[in-house]
């Protein structure tokens, strides 16, 4: 079982991506626990502030420290976490290694920026690890949560109904998926490649092979000589 606690403020954005398809499917098997925190039940005085003007000047509210420390403070008192890990643009981006790596653990907390970011000091004595799903900026770091929480869910060994499925993807190995075909073998006179229609599966399996580098050498060629 994988915990994961996401630390937001605003929880509402967060409560359907889990509720459906294979995240659901891991929620039902107790594979998967997904809790959201809402960090304004943290937050300073009767406005249950969460951040602030920035010192020096300059346009965008940042994150507070305090509300952040006495969330992570609190969480940290009730279980013990792998990594702790703040959702930003200039993290290390996400890739399929990384999320194979953090599959392996047993609990971990995401945190989402706002704003122009979170105070310096939070990263600097609290997060242990900083991811970015890209080099784009997003609003915030809820929908990177939510693709960080689906590209590791769906590794843990028995959420995907055939164990080999997850080992197939795209990315594993470096290289990119095969295509694929499902019925009518014809369509508008398009038609399905004939060795998939064989049933010679060693054959298949050697035509998949060579799709899957063809695919790669052409659409993304960077991946063959890419260590991770
Ligand atoms: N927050 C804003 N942009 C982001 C990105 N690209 N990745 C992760 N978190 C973010």
Redesign the pocket.
Known sequence: MLSIDVVTVLPELLKSPFEHSILKRAKDKKLLEVNIIDLRQFGLGKNRQVDDYQYGGGAGMVMMVEPIFNCIKELQSKSEYDEIIY???D?DTLNQSKANALSLNKKIMLLC?HYKGIDQRVRDHLITME????D???S??ET?AIVLVDSIGRLLPGVLNDESSALSDSFQDNLLAPPVYTRPAQFNGWEVPEILLSGHDAKIEEWRTKAAIERTEKLRPDLLDSES
Request: no cysteine; net charge neutral; proline share 7%.
């Open positions: 959702l930003t643009p993290g920026g991811i970015s799903i890209g784009y900026v997003l915030g770091g990177a």
